[in-house]
């Protein structure tokens, strides 16, 4: 009667926490290697380049002199360098 419940405990473990730990971690380890100059994804989908890092925040720059101040849990991802994102072309009205 305990072998099941034991069998549940351990498929739980590795289907559900080791996994989403693992990406807490990379989370984290994107979060801490971020410097000033780096280019970040915010989650609500705005690029911008790090100008200044803060203990909780970012000061991030989303335009030419437009600086916005963003928690570091709203990051979503960093870019590489040789990523190129192409604007979508606007539709003829």
Not at 24 to 45: E, P
Not at 58 to 73: H, M, S, T, W, Y
Not at 78 to 90: F, H, M, Y
């Amino acid at each position: 009667m305990l072998l099941p419940i034991v069998l549940f405990g351990v498929i739980f473990y590795f289907l559900i926490l080791r996994p989403q730990k693992k990406r807490q971690k990379q989370q984290q380890d994107m979060l801490n290697s971020i410097t000033r100059g780096d280019q970040v994804v915010t989650a609500g989908g705005f690029y911008g380049t790090v100008r200044e890092v803060k203990d909780d925040s970012f000061i991030l720059e989303i335009a030419d002199g437009v600086k916005v101040r963003i928690l570091k849990g709203s990051i979503s991802g960093k870019r590489t360098s040789g990523e190129v994102i192409q604007p979508e072309p606007l539709a003829d009205n």
